[in-house]
C-alpha cells in the first residue's frame, strides 16, 4: 500500500504518535536504568538497601555506646558509694 493509499489513522500516527511512543519508550527506559541500574553502576533499589544497612549498623553502634555510658555511669557511682570494694 502506497502512502497515499494508507487510511488517515496510519498516516496520524506515522505523524504525531510514532515519534511520540518512541519519545515515552526512551523516557521508560532511563527510569528502568535509574532504578535498576545501567551500566555498572548500582540502581535506586541497590542504594535504598545499602542506605537501610548503613541505618541498622548505626543504630546497632548507638545502642552500644549508650549501654557502656550507663556502665561507666553505674561503676562510677558504686565506687563512689562503696570506695575500698
Not at 548503613?54 to 562503696?82: G, H, N, P, Y
Amino acid at each position: 500500500m502506497s502512502p497515499s493509499n494508507r487510511p488517515a489513522c496510519s498516516r496520524q500516527f506515522d505523524a504525531v504518535c510514532k515519534a511520540e511512543f518512541e519519545r515515552l519508550n526512551g523516557k521508560l527506559d532511563r527510569l528502568d536504568g535509574c532504578l535498576r541500574g545501567s551500566n555498572g553502576e548500582p540502581g535506586m533499589k541497590v542504594r535504598l538497601d545499602r542506605l537501610e544497612q548503613s541505618e541498622v549498623r548505626r543504630i546497632k553502634l548507638l545502642w552500644m555506646i549508650a549501654a557502656s555510658v550507663v556502665v561507666l555511669a553505674v561503676s562510677t557511682i558504686w565506687r563512689w558509694l562503696f570506695p575500698g570494694q
